[in-house]
T-cell receptor, first 111, second 113 residues
């Protein structure tokens, strides 16, 4: 069966510091991978998605970037965090279908 | 008009009640529909998914899609305290590698023992 991991689970970072969140998927190959941010009262916002190694599509221009260095690894980064980057970051995967499966999430607080 | 509208809630029901959760949408291209359940401080869990109009049943849960009215529903029978969570509807116009989901904002359900 497939499993998706995210770490860290929680993170408190000062404004201006860098960020690296990691997501890995087990039990499948060549998954489609997604990064979402969930903010209170604003629903789930798609940030990036990837259909293969090195292939990244950005949905929202912002302070964040994503990379996919390996088939089942997806990384979300920032060089300098803003207060507005606080939120619950979710990684998801799918096969070539429409259902997406989410990881446990990373709660980021920028202070 | 937002693409997907979901009753904001919150919703509180007694144990054993039948719960109806609803979403409306404006994009007639949507043809794949999903319901996710999200417990507090956890990632969303795919509960039901269905293609096009019709009903799909899984245990105490029934997903219903009415494309002519652009309306989807999730029914929970014999609701339990363990059903207390936030429920998100999601939909997509296509499937495959580039399919993107559009989500409702979610409704928080509380089932009272």
């Amino acid at each position: 069966s497939q499993t998706i991991h995210q770490w860290p689970a929680t993170l408190v970072q000062p404004v201006g510091s860098p960020l690296s969140l990691e997501c890995t998927v087990e039990g499948t190959s060549n998954p489609n991978l997604y990064w979402y941010r969930q903010a209170a009262g604003r629903g789930l916002q798609l940030l990036f998605y990837s259909v293969g190694i090195g292939q990244i599509s950005s949905e929202v221009p912002q302070n964040l970037s994503a990379s996919r260095p390996q088939d089942r690894q997806f990384i979300l980064s920032s060089k300098k965090l803003l207060l507005s980057d606080s939120g619950f970051y979710l990684c998801a995967w799918s096969r070539d279908t429409y259902e997406q499966y989410f990881g446990p999430g990373t709660r980021l607080t920028v202070t | 008009q937002k693409e997907v509208e979901q009753d904001p809630g919150p919703l509180s029901v007694p144990e054993g009640a039948i719960v109806s959760l609803n979403c409306t949408y404006s994009n007639s291209a949507f043809q794949y529909f999903m319901w996710y359940r999200q417990y507090s401080r956890k990632g969303p869990e795919l509960l039901m998914y269905t293609y096009s109009s019709g009903n799909k049943e899984d245990g105490r849960f029934t997903a219903q899609v009415d494309k002519s009215s652009k309306y989807i529903s999730l029914f929970i029978r014999d609701s339990q305290p363990s059903d207390s969570a936030t429920y998100l509807c999601a939909m997509s116009a296509n499937t495959g590698a580039n399919s993107k989901l559009t989500f409702g904002k979610g409704i928080t359900l509380s089932v009272r023992p």
